[in-house]
C-alpha cells in the first residue's frame, strides 16, 4: 500500500494559508483533502520540536479520516529572542492565532532585548517540518530551513503569518513582499517539500 503512488491525501492543517501552499506544491495527480471536509479539529500539539508536532498531527488526521496524512509544522525562531517564538508561532497569535496580534509581540520582546534593534540585524530563520503518515505508520519525516532577518515594520500583504516581517537571505523584500512564484522557490516549505516529493 505505502510504496504505490499516493492518490489521495489529507492535507492535515487547519491554517488556510499552509493549505494552499501545500496545494500548489502537491502534483496535480493526487487528490487532496483538508482537514474541514472532515470536520477535524487540530490535536493537542505538545511535541518539543516541529518533527515531533508535525508527526502527531499526521498520526491524528490519518487515523481519523483514514486517508494517508501530509501534515506541516513550522514557524519562526529568532536568535535575540532564545528562538521564540518557535513552535509557539502560532499561539503567539492568541486563541484565533491572529498574526497580527502575533507581529505586534515580536516586536515587542525585541524591544525589551535592545531598543536600538531597528539599526541592528536580528537573524531569524523560517522551519517547516513535514510528515507523511499512514494511520500509526510514519512513511517520512523532514524539515526545511530559510535563513534571513527581521523587517523593522511589517511590509507586504502576500504569503500570511509572519511573512511580513521576515526577510530571506541576500533578498531585500520581505516574504510578504514577494509574489507567490518568488517565494515559493525559496522557502521553508518548498525546502521541505522537495526532500519528500520522492515518498509522493
Excluded at 532564545?82 to 492568541?94: D, E, L
Aim: hydrophobic share 30%; proline share 3%.
Amino acid at each position: 500500500m505505502l510504496y504505490k503512488k499516493i492518490t489521495k491525501l489529507l492535507i492535515g492543517t487547519n491554517n488556510k494559508g499552509k493549505l494552499r501552499e501545500i496545494r500548489r506544491l502537491l502534483p496535480k495527480r493526487i487528490k487532496t483533502y483538508s482537514t474541514s471536509s472532515f470536520n477535524l479539529k487540530s490535536p493537542r500539539e505538545n511535541g518539543k520540536s516541529f518533527k515531533e508536532n508535525s508527526l502527531i498531527k499526521s498520526k491524528y488526521f490519518s487515523k481519523k479520516s483514514n486517508l494517508i496524512c501530509l501534515a506541516d509544522d513550522s514557524g519562526l525562531e529568532i536568535d535575540i529572542l532564545n528562538k521564540k517564538p518557535g513552535i509557539y508561532s502560532a499561539r503567539w497569535g492568541g486563541k484565533n492565532s491572529d498574526f497580527n496580534k502575533a507581529i505586534k509581540k515580536v516586536y515587542r520582546e525585541i524591544k525589551k532585548k535592545d531598543k536600538n534593534w531597528k539599526n541592528k540585524k536580528i537573524k531569524a530563520r523560517f522551519i517547516c517540518a513535514l510528515t507523511l503518515c499512514y494511520f500509526d505508520k510514519k512513511i517520512a519525516c523532514v524539515q526545511g530551513i530559510v535563513e534571513g532577518k527581521i523587517s523593522n515594520q511589517p511590509k507586504g500583504r502576500n504569503g500570511f503569518g509572519y511573512d511580513p516581517i521576515f526577510i530571506p537571505k541576500n533578498r531585500k523584500k520581505t516574504f510578504g513582499e514577494m509574489k507567490f512564484l518568488q517565494k515559493f522557490q525559496i522557502d521553508h516549505r518548498f525546502k521541505a517539500f522537495k526532500k519528500i516529493k520522492k515518498f509522493l
